[in-house]
């Protein structure tokens, strides 16, 4: 070893054994440890500083480095690793400290100097290979030796697993994930079918494990990589929305991705076929579960469009004259048309925009229906919808997953066709976000003699999920439906309830005159940077200050990406350091997670009761940093550190994760950057989340392009022709006049006074 730093850093290897580990990220890898360097360091001292990732490092441990010394202007002299090997020492010493480490569970300080002591050099050997032999440690039980014995079997397959993972390029987070599901057998069952990563551990895409594939030997034309590229490409196009891909188009696109000859991509099909992950429908190839969902779909709506109910039916003419007598105000002429077709139909939908009285139709339905003992099930698809259903009918709502309870046992819902949902009436709102897995699973568990009445907006965002089951409902012209377009709510609130009109119509913003009172604003800005800072100051300081909401809790940041300087993630960053900078935090995927971070659950999770777009607040976080308590409007959820893969920060949300949900107030970024998403029902979408301000900052020309763009991409769904082929429009429901009961009277109390019934 040289004796003093060189001049220029030169590539050389050391080796030593680890004095102590000051710091090791298990996601990243990233270590700064302290080594008694074989031969001594330079400048004459025994021990250095290393820097460098490893998968694991422990106290004791040998290891052999390749890197360069480089002068740390803080630290001073350390060695930087670009690549490191550890290795279980070899002297008695070294041992001890490496089993006192805690590497092996149940061996302490304490034991570790015992074992040691006995076996001296042969500890390791007899841990691997003669564990029967720790019954010669004077004191040690049979119950800690067993202990020992699997502790140690486990950790040098875990050891095994992390290295051989990370070696690949899989992150310490991910590695953990794919040991915990496959245990023992990881490396042998990743090098057999790295794929199986795909559809079993989150996080872990085809890319990563096509990568793994190739370096384990498996072949670019493997009958396994082509059908594994299949089921990607499907599962990609289903991410897009899609149900389905035709089959020659599955080829081509499954082909350029692979580079792969059709023929065998045909033939892999086929066996994803026999296999039972894919179905061939005429033509139109299905990912399985989708084809089954958007069969059941269909058979499910169907099939309550022909029962007849399980309550007697309503007298509709009389039963209108009733919530006309009720209701401070005259319904409109579709209004009143959404009443009668709703309590006319088994199955029936209710569409408009905002502002149009779609809420003014669910509590005049319900008022009808309560008063005839009807039980009514209020159900939206996201928390925050339902919540806002909730409190502008006075009923009380549930999300679709909560209503259906999951069962961890069983992996599915409590609630389906076999025990179904017990209720007379189901009122589904913002049913636009319904994808056709989700809506399957609600209608199975909908008794066929129960109605249904969908209410959403089909100009919306679709859902983010595959299908465009409230679209494809409405235009099988099977099932009665009432679109309602005159606006009520210009006055109150008018100037966000015109622009979202103005800007679905194809027209640019409206703003008032100078001066005058206005809960929508547009600040032009050409220059991102710019941009962001006008953000900043909106939501830290002007909003709060003349509207009196809290930045954190009432003003929500919309964005069309996740990526670029205006997307969701950068937005976040700036977001949190102006709002959120200090505090306890629990650091994990290069973010910090304090305490009172707004955050978001982006997938399901069944088992802590939390779904996918649901928003709450950090409220504590664990001392030992190990942990962190979520606070989702009042129920408290445990995150462990290795989960936190799943929340991500919410100060800035996309606008798809924004659907179903309203806010106090809404500031929408609209840039050039974001031009490859700008259309005219994304902006539409953003707009109506507002509910007291809405505030527009970006280019000029992004707000245009996105007005002017209807080019929405079509999805591949067949509900519709599956409904359109299977069903007919049914007549509504009629009561012959002589079996009416005569109608309240006008005097009555109206709480008291029934809606007439038919016989």
């Known amino acids: 070893m040289p004796t003093r730093p060189p001049a220029a850093a030169q590539t050389e290897s050391i080796a030593g054994s680890v004095k102590s580990v000051v710091f090791h990220n298990e996601e990243s890898g990233w270590f700064v440890a302290t080594i008694a ?16 990732k490893s998968p694991t490092i422990w106290q004791g441990e040998e290891i052999r480095a390749v890197g360069a010394w480089r002068q740390h202007p803080t630290h001073g002299l350390e060695f930087e690793a670009t690549a490191v090997e550890c290795v ?5 010493r070294g041992i001890e400290r490496y089993l006192a480490s805690g590497i092996v569970r149940g061996i302490g300080e304490r034991w570790a100097k015992k074992i040691v002591e006995r076996f001296g050099e042969e500890t390791l050997d007899v841990l691997e290979h003669h564990s029967g032999r720790l019954a010669e440690v004077k004191g040690l039980g049979e119950k800690r030796r067993q202990a020992i014995k699997r502790a140690w079997e486990s950790n040098r397959g875990t050891r095994d697993a992390m290295i051989f993972l990370q070696g690949h390029g899989i992150t310490s987070g991910a590695s953990a994930k794919i040991y915990r599901q496959y245990g023992p057998d990881t490396v042998a069952l990743v090098k057999r079918n790295p794929y199986r990563l795909c559809a079993d551990i989150d996080g ?52 350029n991705l692979l580079g792969i000859p059709a ?12 296999g039972g992950r894919i179905d061939d429908d005429g033509g139109r190839v299905y990912l399985r579960r989708l084809l089954r969902a958007e069969r059941r779909v269909a058979g499910c709506v169907l099939a309550i469009l022909d029962t007849r109910p399980s309550f007697r039916p309503i007298d509709v003419p009389a039963a209108l004259a009733w919530v006309g007598r009720r209701l401070p105000f005259s319904l409109s002429p579709a209004q009143a048309k959404a009443v009668e077709t709703a309590l006319g139909s088994k199955f029936s939908v209710v569409t408009g925009g905002p502002g149009v009285g779609k809420t003014t139709i669910i509590r005049a339905l319900l008022d009808v229906w309560r008063a005839r003992g009807l039980r009514v099930a209020l159900v939206a698809p996201t928390g925050r919808a339902a919540r806002r259903m909730a409190e502008s009918t006075g009923g009380e709502a549930a999300t679709v997953h909560r209503l259906l309870k999951w069962n961890p046992q069983r992996g599915g819902f409590v609630h389906n066709a076999e025990n179904p949902l017990e209720a007379d009436v189901f009122v589904v709102d913002e049913s636009s976000m319904l994808d056709v897995e989700l809506a399957a699973s609600l209608l199975s568990a909908v008794k066929p003699t129960s109605t249904v009445v ?35 709510r210009q006055k109150s609130g008018g100037w966000i309830v015109r622009n979202a009109h103005r800007v679905n119509q194809g027209e640019g913003f409206l703003l008032p005159p100078a001066g005058e009172p206005s809960d929508f604003f547009f600040v032009p800005c050409e220059d991102p940077a710019r941009t962001l800072s006008l953000v900043l100051e909106l939501v830290q300081h002007r909003i709060p200050r003349r509207y009196n909401l809290s930045p954190l809790a009432d003003v929500q940041v919309l964005t069309p990406m996740r ?69 989702f409007d009042g129920r408290c959820v445990v995150y462990a550190a290795s989960e936190l893969d799943e929340l991500v920060h919410a100060y800035a949300t996309s606008i798809h994760k924004s659907q179903g949900s309203e806010y106090p107030a809404v500031v929408i970024v609209v840039a050039n950057q974001h031009y490859v998403l700008l259309e005219r029902n994304l902006l539409y979408t953003a707009i109506t989340r507002g509910k007291r301000l809405v505030c527009v900052v970006g280019s000029r020309f992004a707000v245009k392009k996105a007005i002017e763009t209807t080019t929405t991409r079509q999805r591949h769904t067949a509900l519709a022709d599956r409904l359109r082929t299977q ?33």
């Open 88 to 92: 279980a020492p070899t002297s008695a």
């Open 204 to 255: 872990i895409g085809f890319l990563k494990a096509d990568e793994i594939a190739r370096k384990v030997g498996i072949e670019k034309d493997s009958p396994l990589r082509a059908r594994a590229g299949l089921y990607h490409t499907l599962q990609t196009l289903a991410e897009e929305g899609h149900c389905y891909c035709e089959r020659p188009e599955l080829l081509l696109v499954a082909g």
């Open 454 to 488: 969908l209410v959403g907006d089909t100009d919306q965002l679709p859902s983010v999920g595959p299908g465009n089951v409230l679209r494809d409902i409405i235009d099988s012209g099977v099932v009665p439906y009432v679109r309602l377009d005159f606006i009520f």
């Open 37 to 52: 360097v074989d031969g001594g360091a330079p400048g004459g001292g025994e021990t250095a500083t290393i820097v460098g």
């Open 727 to 759: 069903g007919a429009l049914p007549p509504l429901a009629t009561v012959p006049q002589d079996a009416r009961a005569p109608l309240p009277s006008p005097a009555a109390t109206p709480s008291a006074a029934p809606p007439p019934s038919g016989s």
């Open 263 to 274: 023929e065998i991509l045909d033939q892999a099909l086929s066996e994803e076929i026999e």
């Open 563 to 631: 990526k670029n300087d205006l997307g969701t993630e950068s937005l976040n960053a700036a977001l949190q350091n102006a709002l959120n900078p200090t505090g306890p935090a629990l650091r994990r995927f290069g973010r910090a997670y304090r305490v009172g971070d707004r955050v978001m659950q982006i997938r399901n999770n069944y088992d802590k009761d939390v779904f996918n777009g649901d928003i709450g607040f950090v409220r504590t976080v664990s001392p030992e940093g190990e942990s962190l308590d979520v606070d």
